[in-house]
C-alpha cells in the first residue's frame, strides 16, 4: 500500500513533467510556431492590402488629377527628377565601368581563350542589358533616393505637415506621391540606359587592355544582332515598373501610417526591404516573360 501510495503521489510529478515536456515539445511548442507565422502571414495580407490600395489611389490620382495645377507639380517633377537622375549619373557611370571590368572584361577575355567569341553578343545582352543593368541601377536608387523619401515625408508626417496640406486642400498625394513616382521611373529609366551604355563600352576598354583579339566594329556587330525590338520594350517596361514600385512602397511608408519621429528609422527599413523583394519579383516576372517570348 505504500508502494502504490508513493506511486499514487508520484503521479502528478510524473504527469507534470510529461505536461512540462509537451509544453516545451509538444502542443504549446507546435502553437507557438502556429502563431508565429499566423502572424506574419496577416502582416504580410494587411501590408499587401495597404500596398495595393495607396498604389490604386496614387494611378487614381495620376489619371484623374495629373493635368490640373501644372504650374506646381510640373517644377516638382523637375525637382525630383534631378534628385532621382541627374544627381546620381555619376556614380551609375562609376558603376558601369565597374561592372564592365568585373562582368564584361572578363567574360570577353574568357570566351576569346576558349575560342567562342560568337556567344559574345548573347552573354552580353543577356547578363547586363536584361538582368544586371536595370536591377543594379534599380538597387542604388532606393539606397539614395528612396529611403530619403521615407525620411523626408516620416518626418513630415511625424510633425503634421501632412494633416496641414489637407486642411489647406491639397491633396498630400497629388502634391507628395504624384512627382516622386513620375520622377523615379523617369529616372530610372534614364540611368538605366546610360549604366548599360557604359558598361558595354567600358567592358570592350578593359577587353582591349587584355589585347583580346576583338575589333570595335566586330564586339558591337555581335551585340546588335542580339538585340531585338522586344528587348527594348521590355527594358523601358522593367524599369518603369521599377521606378513605380520603388516610389510607392517609399511614399506608402512615409505618409499612409502615422509616424512619430522615433519610427521614421524603423520604417525607412521596412520600405527598403519590402522594395528590394518588390524588384526581384518584378524581376523574376520578366525572366518568365524572356523566356516564353
Not at 491633396?171 to 507628395?176: A, S
Not at 538605366?192 to 557604359?198: A, D, E, F, H, S
Amino acid at each position: 500500500m505504500a508502494g502504490s501510495g508513493d506511486a499514487e503521489a508520484g503521479l502528478p510529478g510524473v504527469e507534470a513533467g510529461r505536461t512540462t515536456e509537451g509544453g516545451l515539445w509538444g502542443p504549446r511548442f507546435g502553437r507557438s510556431y502556429i502563431n508565429f507565422f499566423g502572424r506574419r502571414v496577416v502582416s504580410f495580407v494587411q501590408t499587401l492590402h495597404g500596398l495595393g490600395a495607396f498604389a490604386l489611389i496614387t494611378m487614381g490620382v495620376l489619371a484623374t488629377k495629373g493635368h490640373l495645377a501644372r504650374k506646381l507639380i510640373f517644377p516638382l517633377v523637375i525637382q525630383h527628377l534631378v534628385r532621382s537622375g541627374v544627381r546620381l549619373l555619376p556614380m551609375i557611370l562609376f558603376l558601369a565601368l565597374a561592372l564592365g571590368l568585373v562582368v564584361i572584361g572578363q567574360t570577353v577575355s574568357l570566351l576569346t581563350r576558349v575560342g567562342v567569341n560568337t556567344l559574345l553578343g548573347t552573354i552580353m545582352v543577356t547578363v547586363v542589358v536584361r538582368e544586371l543593368g536595370p536591377l543594379i541601377t534599380a538597387l542604388f536608387l532606393l539606397s539614395r533616393t528612396g529611403a530619403s523619401t521615407v525620411i523626408e515625408l516620416g518626418t513630415s508626417r511625424a510633425l503634421g505637415e501632412v494633416e496641414a496640406l489637407e486642411v489647406l486642400g491639397i491633396d498630400p498625394i497629388h502634391y507628395l506621391v504624384v512627382p516622386r513616382v513620375v520622377a523615379m521611373a523617369l529616372g530610372l529609366f534614364s540611368l538605366t540606359v546610360y549604366m548599360i551604355l557604359g558598361a558595354l563600352i567600358s567592358g570592350y576598354v578593359w577587353a582591349f587592355l587584355q589585347d583580346v583579339p576583338l575589333t570595335p566594329g566586330d564586339y558591337f556587330r555581335q551585340l546588335a544582332a542580339s538585340l531585338t525590338g522586344l528587348d527594348f520594350v521590355l527594358l523601358a517596361l522593367k524599369t518603369i515598373f521599377f521606378g513605380i514600385m520603388i516610389a510607392v512602397i517609399t511614399c506608402y511608408y512615409g505618409l499612409a501610417q502615422p509616424l512619430r519621429v522615433e519610427d521614421v528609422s524603423q520604417a525607412t527599413v521596412r520600405a527598403v526591404g519590402q522594395s528590394v523583394v518588390a524588384c526581384v519579383l518584378i524581376d523574376a516576372l520578366f525572366i518568365i516573360i524572356y523566356l516564353i517570348a
